[in-house]
Nanobody
Framework: QVQLMESGGGLVQPGGSLRLSCAAAGSIFKINAMGWYRQAPGKQRELVAEITSGGSTNYADSVKGRFTISRDNAKNTVYLQMNSLKPEDTAVYYC?????????WGQGTQVTVSS
């Protein structure tokens, strides 16, 4: 069974940076896209950033210019570099690998931005 293992979350002060990683363990179907989502308390899960198989990227307006998504296809790994973090970025962040058959989700990693 495919597992997506996330790491890199934690507590950071406003203006700080974090780098999230998500790696697939085990065999996985061809990946169409990789993405990062987040869910804050009392809110719906929302798309933060996505990178397609062709390398194009999409970002939520709230993170444009601050977050960067990247990937290492050979390692089946996706990254999210988060800079200039704000308290409103506080959420549980989930990675997702989209395949032709179905999506795979990570377990989530907590990101807390607070002074």
């Amino acid at each position: 069974q495919v597992q997506l293992m996330e790491s890199g979350g934690g507590l950071v002060q406003p203006g700080g940076s974090l780098r999230l990683s998500c790696a697939a363990a085990g065999s996985i179907f061809k990946i169409n896209a990789m993405g990062w989502y987040r869910q804050a308390p009392g809110k719906q899960r929302e798309l933060v950033a996505e990178i397609t198989s062709g390398g194009s990227t999409n970002y939520a307006d709230s993170v444009k210019g601050r977050f960067t998504i990247s990937r290492d296809n050979a390692k089946n790994t996706v990254y999210l570099q988060m800079n200039s973090l704000k308290p409103e970025d506080t959420a549980v962040y989930y990675c997702r690998f989209d395949t032709w058959i179905k999506p795979y989700w990570g377990q989530g990693t907590q990101v807390t931005v607070s002074s």
